[in-house]
Nanobody
Framework: QVQLVESGGGLVQAGGSLRLSCAAS????????MGWFRQAPGKEREFVAA????????IYLDSVKGRFTISRDNAKNTAYLQMNNLKPEDTAVYYC??????????????????WGQGTQVTVSS
């Protein structure tokens, strides 16, 4: 069955960096658009970034542009989210998600069929 396993979360001071990884199994990774979402306590889940299955183009939440970078390594079946200059408002549980050949409406979580269990990111001020 399909599994997405996130890792790399933790506690970091404001201005610091973290690199999240999402290891996928049970699917043909290169055919899936990969997304990162997050959910802070008491808030709804929000889109953070996505990378298309074909061509590798990316999109980002406005508030993370210039600080976060999404990438993928199809040979390793892994997606990454490099997060720099972290801010306290980035504190959340971060989830990776996979959508088969998704090319439009990448920001909608409803488009993604598979989800990981999440990894906690806490940024202290």
């Amino acid at each position: 069955q399909v599994q997405l396993v996130e890792s790399g979360g933790g506690l970091v001071q404001a201005g610091g960096s973290l690199r999240l990884s999402c290891a996928a199994s049970g699917l043909t990774f290169s055919l899936y658009t990969m997304g990162w979402f997050r959910q802070a306590p008491g808030k709804e889940r929000e889109f953070v970034a996505a990378i298309r299955w074909s061509g590798g183009s990316t999109i980002y939440l406005d508030s993370v542009k210039g600080r976060f970078t999404i990438s993928r390594d199809n040979a390793k079946n892994t997606a990454y989210l490099q997060m720099n200059n972290l801010k306290p408002e980035d504190t959340a549980v971060y989830y990776c998600a996979a959508a088969y050949k998704l090319s439009v409406d990448l920001v909608s979580g409803k488009r993604y069929a598979y989800w990981g269990q999440g990894t906690q990111v806490t940024v202290s001020s």
